[in-house]
């Protein structure tokens, strides 16, 4: 069309802006909450229902009964701590971050213009608790072409945050194929 302006290229110094940030939450574990409040019932019903006063008595039964009731809080406690502090995720306006790693850190970064889907997963539980995985899937990507953004509250939001920026970057992008 003769007096169209020609199409915007993106200004090489356009800046990146940072436009979320987040990390795993421990929400994600409720359901295993869930399950091992079923199991400290469980263990009072076979405590109090089931045993002899005389094998609550001796000193292995209570042992063998705390052991069961504290070993899988300590556990889920253990996971929770090692998710929050050894996985932060990052997103911007060009690139989306993930860094792993508590002594050592590994630091992948996935380019908006390569991603094709992104796609949200949640069970029951989490979306009770409104937590779940976001998976971005970019085929293009040599080092993480499925890359997993695992245990984020607001799932969703996260997913169409990227989304917008993905066809915000691709609008500002000059394709070749049209010229």
Avoid: C
Wanted: proline share 7%.
């Amino acid at each position: 069309m003769p007096g169209a302006p020609p199409p915007a290229s993106p200004s090489p110094t356009e800046p990146e802006e940072e436009l979320w940030k987040g990390r795993y939450s421990g929400k994600t574990l409720g359901h295993w909450w869930f399950l091992w409040v079923v199991e400290l019932a469980a263990l009072a019903w076979i405590w109090f229902g089931i045993l002899s006063p005389e094998l609550r008595a001796g000193p292995v039964a209570k042992w063998v009964v705390l052991a069961a009731a504290a070993l899988p809080a300590v556990s889920l406690l253990w996971n929770l701590l090692v998710e929050k502090i050894s996985t932060r995720y990052r997103l911007t306006t060009h690139r989306l971050f993930k860094e792993t790693g508590i002594l050592s850190r590994h630091l992948n970064e996935l380019e908006l213009l390569r991603v094709d889907d992104v796609a949200v997963r949640q069970n029951l539980i989490q979306r009770i608790f409104n937590v779940g995985v976001i998976t971005v899937i970019a085929p293009t990507d040599q080092t993480e072409p499925r890359l997993e953004i695992v245990g984020i509250e607001n799932p969703i939001e996260v997913k169409e945050m990227i989304r917008t920026q993905v066809r915000k970057r691709r609008d500002r992008s000059l394709h070749v194929e049209s010229l």
